[in-house]
């Protein structure tokens, strides 16, 4: 438990097991969170700095063969348009190649909200919000529950493309979208959307 790294080899080295031994055609893994992945993904590295001959060494040897080749590694760094998960993908971009050895090659942003307008139609909506009365004197009060909330997923969405333009400014990577689904369901169909949304862009 003391020594540095066994923990972790142990899960990176089942994954690239499977992979040396060709038992599936693509292992994809959904790893750990920003502030553990480093570790885990540098653990052969560690290992091999520590251990100079033997077994462990060539282990460790053949693990770092696999993760270092960008022809059969790739690291996707997921995050959301938000101020904290985008400084830790920053972070771990900063991080993960001088510390691990291995590229990271895309980005993943969870979440995004779609625009609520067309360009042409934002001044039409400003409009039509400053002159709400005669709205709900046409159609009812549940009106300004509306615009109020078109405004507020409006505004989060704008201050969450701001967040994905610092990430486009500091990290040359390609950056894939996935858009907020509005549902707390899982399984299938969740998946489906979400492969639906990929599907142009991978």
Same mark, same amino acid.
């Given at each position: 438990?003391?020594?540095?790294? &066994?923990? @972790?080899? /142990?899960?990176?080295?089942?994954?690239?097991?499977?992979v040396r031994d060709r038992n599936y055609d693509l292992v994809v893994v959904d790893a750990e969170a920003t502030g553990h992945i480093v570790a885990q993904i540098g653990a052969p590295k560690v290992i091999r700095d520590l251990v100079q001959v033997g077994m462990v060494r060539d282990q460790t040897d053949w693990m770092l063969d696999l993760l270092h080749d960008p022809a059969i590694?790739?690291?996707?760094?997921?995050?959301?348009?938000?101020?904290?998960? &985008?400084? @830790?993908? /920053?972070?771990?971009?900063?991080?993960?190649?001088?510390?691990?050895g291995v590229v990271p090659t895309a980005i993943v942003a969870n979440r995004v909200l779609t625009p609520w307008f067309e360009p042409d139609e934002h001044e039409i909506a400003a409009a039509i919000a400053e002159r709400r009365d005669?709205?709900?004197?046409?159609?009812?009060?549940?009106?300004t529950v509306v615009?109020?909330?078109a405004r507020v997923a409006?505004?989060?969405?704008?201050?969450?493309e701001g967040h994905l333009d610092r990430?486009?400014?500091?990290?040359?990577?390609?950056?894939?979208t996935v858009p907020e689904l509005f549902t707390r369901a899982t399984g299938r169909r969740v998946v489906t959307l979400v492969a639906d949304a990929l599907a142009g862009q991978v």
């Open positions: 438990d003391a020594a540095p790294g &066994v923990k @972790e080899i /142990l899960a990176v080295g089942k994954l690239c097991h499977e590694t790739a690291v996707a760094i997921v995050t959301t348009p938000e101020e904290m998960p &985008v400084t @830790e993908a /920053l972070d771990l971009f900063d991080r993960l190649e001088p510390e691990t005669v709205l709900v004197d046409a159609v009812g009060r549940g009106a615009l109020d909330a409006e505004a989060r969405r704008r201050i969450g990430l486009r400014a500091t990290a040359d990577l390609p950056i894939v």
